[in-house]
Structures are given as C-alpha cells and as structure tokens.
C-alpha cells in the first residue's frame, strides 16, 4: 500500500452500520456511464468493424488483408524495434536524473523544471522540433558546415541511411518521454524512507551498494509503473515518425492513421488498433508476471 | 573518489543534461525567427540574420490555423469543463465513502489509464457519423474526456482527501444540508486542486493529435491541421519549424507556472 492509500484510509469517517447509502453510486455514475459510452463501447465496437463483413457474418478477411499488406510486417517490426531501443535508454536516463534530483543539490527545483519541460510537448511538436536539426536545411547540416566540416548539406533523412532515421526517431523519442519516466522515479526516491541509507550508511556502504542493494529493489514498484506506461505509449507511436521519416519507416499507430487517413478504410483501420490493444494488454501481463516471479525471488511478496 | 571530485561530476552531468533538453528548443527558435529565403539559403549563419516574425507570421497566415488554434483552444475548454464535472463527483465519492465495489471501481480507472485509448478513436468514428458528432468540437471533446477522465478521477480524489471531513459535519451540525456543506465548506478549499486538475486535462487536450487527426475532416484542431500538412500533404519546412514552436510555447509556460507542483499532480497521476 503506498503511502497515499494510507492517508486516504486515515481520512475515511468511520463505517456506518445502516442501510445502504445509495450517494456514492450516485456520484460515480456519470464516470460509469461516460466510460461505458466512449471507453468500453469503442474498445468492442473495434472488434466488431474488424471481424464483422458488410453481410454481418463472422471474418477475417480484414486481418488477411492487414497481413498481406506491404507495410503490415515492417510496421510490426518496427514498433516492436523502437520500443526496445527507446525504453531501456529512457529508464537509464529519467534513473540518473531522478537521482541527481534526489541529491537536493543547491538549484535541483530549476533542474527539475527544466527536465520536465517536454512533458507538455506532444510527439508531433517534438518531431518537429527535431525535424530542424536533422532536416536536410537544418541546423546539424548548418553546424557542421560552419565546422568546415562538410561543404554541401547532407541529406540524413532518407531510407539510404535508415541508421541516420532511425537514430532520429530514437533520439526524438528519448528527448521528448523521458519526462515522464523521469517524474515517476522521483515521486518513488520520495516514498523511500531515509532511514534505510541511513542504516546502510552505518554499515559503511559505498554509494554503488546503497544504490544496488536499497535504492533499485524499493524502487521496484515504481521502475514497474513507469515500464508499463511507457511501453503503451510508445506502441501509439505515431506523428514523431511520421514527421521524420514519412512512411519509410512504418509504425503500427502509422498504419492504423494511414488506412483511415489516406485510405478511409475504417475495417482494415480497426484491425490494426485491435493489433495494437492486444499488444498493449500482453505486455502489461508480462511485465506484471515478471514482476510477481521477481518479488517471490526476493521473498517479499 | 574525493569529494570535489565527486561535486563536479555531479555538476557536469547537470549540465549536459540540461542542455541536452534546452538545446533542440533553442534550436527551434532559432528556426522560428530566421527569414523563409534564409531558411532555404546554402550557406548561412546559425543565428537569424536579420531576426525576422515573417515565418511565424507566414505560419499564422497559412489556411485554417487561426481557425484551428480558435478550435484547440474551445476543445480544451469544453474537455476540462467536462472531464472535471464528471470526475470530481466520482473523486470525491472515493475520498469520503467506504462502499462495496470500491476496489473495483479503482481498478477499472487504472485499467483505462493504462489502456492505449487514442487508438479508439477509429472505432468511434463510425459511431460519431451515426451519432452526428463526426468533425465536430464536441466530438473531438468528449474523447478528449474520456482520455483525461481516469486522470482527473484520482487528481480529485487526493484534492479532497486533503480537504477534512470534520469542516463539513460541523458545517452539518449547524444546519447545512449534506449538499450545501459541499459547496458552501468542501468546495472552496478544494478549488487550487480543481484548478491544478483543470490544468492536467488542458495539457492532454492541447497535445492530443491521433484522435484529433482521425475524427475531424474541416473542424480541425490545431495538431490535427498541422499533423495532416505534414503527413498527407508535405508541408514546407518554414510551416514545420514555425508550428512546431508556437505549439510548445503554452507547455513551457503551463510547466513554468505549475513547477512546484508536478511531482504531486504526475505523481498523482501514476499511482
């Protein structure tokens, strides 16, 4: 239980033993209602447009369709790919930035502020901000050349360096969501109670144990939230790669906007949010699972 | 190591990080303030020589952005009027009240938190075409709601956990009404709270650009017109460079203005 749902038992009035208070239903039924109506209905409603023919029979030629497309495989490939580029060097640098933070060094509150900048930047205004650093027109191009090191702009953006591209989107990525990641592990140093260092301190602890054998297990539950979260989210990845690379590098939200977008085909559209949603969900179980394995390892759950 | 050297370490790695996250936005604005010849010139310098408005003003004058800006900023209104409206009651429901289901109601809201919802906007559009919200404000709203919903559930529900019990029974014992120690006693200590929850929804509306893009066609938001310039249309790069600054501009001031909050109002948010 963490340190807010305790506070939030303490706070409760005591029980009342009489009949049912019927007010708090009452209070929650507008969120029931509104999520049914715009949350559950869409997530079945996606099932439906992609497993039901115009006739109202059960189908998959929809998803035979997504399979066969061109860009179905790469689009898979791809954001499966990014993920694993882009979440461990998030993870690594939100961890240094928390801990940095955690020191409380003299002006960690401006540190604090300017690291969580890009939490208010959407994927399409950083794509477009670093658009104009990797653009063929853009400042990489302008700084090199007034390095002397180049004498004409170097296109880097284009599927002949698809290193160049993807170093791009991964960069883009790392900038922009970092913050997140970043805001998550310092609200959990937070919860970690300083007498833990304090007794690692008086049996002499170096810095790297008091990090590996205190620090890391109790931010644990803290590590595992910002892991889930940002894996969903970077399955929705989208206008970052859109904005740098177009269609060359194909992503799964990419698709599902292309075919909807381009092609107003809402069936083949559907199909691919449902790829996306069952992907989202088994991800979140196995992080879940890994973590349940990992906690009865240590003996702590 | 030595403690001094310890510290400058410390300070460096401070350093570059920063700059790593100031760098790009300097460069944007760099971007932002050169002329659009300049910014198709072969050679040229870094900085903007002479510094000029014409880009932005250029990307202002563009079709339909003053109209999409107008649209984004009606949608965000709309969304955080709705998105509190619905979700105070349920948060202050769960700070007040043991009730059976609970847990699971507290379940179901992190499970939507945690669910890839933008995507939904695919199957609610043919909804929307049914239901005659398809390119319109509204629309583009209520999902924007249910994005934020979840969010501005467990915002409320720690505002009035804040907020004592105790104030509104003695508000009761001297008369009031259950609803009127509400609003007469819970609601005006709760306001900052609200307000920081108003400020959350504002952010995710403003930066939303799947939905956005798929459920609107003439009634554009402001990421929606810029994302389809962009995606379908090739939009030139002083068009790019100038959108992408003015849209980063309110988050810079939203995340100045709150700083000493974020860590409660996104760690809020997460747990």
């Known amino acids: 239980m963490t340190v807010a749902e305790q506070r939030v038992e303490q706070a409760l009035p005591p029980v009342r033993p009489q009949s049912v208070d019927w007010l708090p239903y009452v209070l929650l039924l507008p969120t029931v209602v509104f999520l049914a109506v715009f949350f559950v209905y869409p997530m079945l409603q996606a099932f439906v447009l992609s497993f039901r023919s115009p006739d109202g029979a059960l189908t998959v030629r929809y998803f035979q369709a997504m399979f066969r497309d061109t860009y179905f495989s790469s689009a898979l490939r791809n954001s499966f790919l990014l993920t694993a580029l882009i979440i461990p060097l998030q993870i690594f640098l939100a961890l240094v930035i928390a801990l940095l933070i955690n020191t409380r060094f003299h002006g960690h509150a401006w540190f604090l502020f300017i690291c969580a900048i890009p939490l208010g930047i959407s994927d399409l205004a950083a794509g477009l901000i670093w658009s104009s650093f990797f653009t063929e027109r853009g400042y990489l191009n302008l700084i090199l050349q007034n390095l002397g090191v180049i004498e004409q702009p170097i296109t880097f953006l284009t599927f ?8 791009a989107i991964v960069a883009t990525e790392v900038w922009r969501a970092t913050a997140i990641v970043m805001v998550i592990l310092v609200a959990g140093l937070q919860l970690i109670p300083k007498d833990y260092f304090e007794t690692a301190d008086v049996f002499g602890a170096s810095g790297w144990r008091k990090l590996r054998h205190v620090t890391l297990p109790l931010l644990r539950p803290a590590l595992q939230t910002a892991l889930i979260i940002r894996t969903i989210l970077a399955f929705q990845l989208f206008a970052t790669v859109i904005v740098m690379a177009g269609r060359i ?42 973590l349940r394995t990992k906690e009865a390892e240590a003996g702590r759950g | 190591m030595s403690a001094p050297g310890r510290k400058a370490l410390l300070a460096a790695l401070v350093v570059l990080i920063s700059a790593w996250v100031l760098f790009p936005i300097l460069v944007i604005a760099l971007a932002s303030f050169t002329t659009r010849t300049q910014l198709y010139a072969w050679p040229r310098s870094l900085l903007p020589s002479p510094f000029s408005i014409e880009t932005m003003r250029f990307f202002f004058q563009s079709q339909g952005v003053l109209q999409a800006l107008l649209n984004s900023l009606l949608v965000a209104a709309l969304t955080i009027v709705l998105a509190v409206a619905i979700g105070a009651p349920a948060g202050y429901a769960l700070s007040r009240f043991h009730f059976g289901g609970k847990e699971a109601f507290r379940l179901g809201i992190l499970g939507t938190k945690m669910f890839p919802a933008t995507i939904l906007a695919v199957p609610l559009a043919v909804s929307f075409i049914n239901w005659n919200l398809y390119d319109t404000l509204l629309g583009v709203a209520l999902v924007h709601t249910a994005l934020a919903l979840p969010f501005a559930v467990v915002i409320t529900t720690s505002v009035f956990v804040g907020v004592p019990f105790e104030l509104e029974e003695a508000a009761m014992t001297l008369g009031c009404s259950r609803g009127q120690a509400f609003w ?5 200590i709760a306001i900052p709270g609200l307000a920081a929850a108003a400020i959350f929804t504002f952010v995710l509306s403003w930066n939303e650009v799947f939905a956005a893009t798929i459920l609107t066609l003439r009634n554009r938001t402001l990421p929606a017109l810029v994302m389809n310039a962009v995606g379908l249309a090739g939009a030139p790069i002083d068009y790019r460079f100038a959108g992408g600054f003015f849209m980063i501009i309110p988050a810079i001031i939203i995340i100045f203005v709150i700083r000493r909050y974020l860590l409660t109002l996104w760690g809020i948010t997460v747990r």
């Open chain 1, 160 to 167: 002949e360096r698809p290193a160049w591209l993807y170093g």
């Open chain 2, 184 to 188: 007469r006693v819970a609601m005006p």
């Open chain 1, 249 to 290: 590098v194909p992503v799964m939200a990419g698709e599902a906007y292309f075919q909807y977008g381009l092609y107003r085909n809402i069936n083949l559209a559907s199909a691919y949010a449902v790829v996306i949603m069952v992907m989202s969900m088994a991800i979140t179980v196995l992080y879940l699972w890994l």
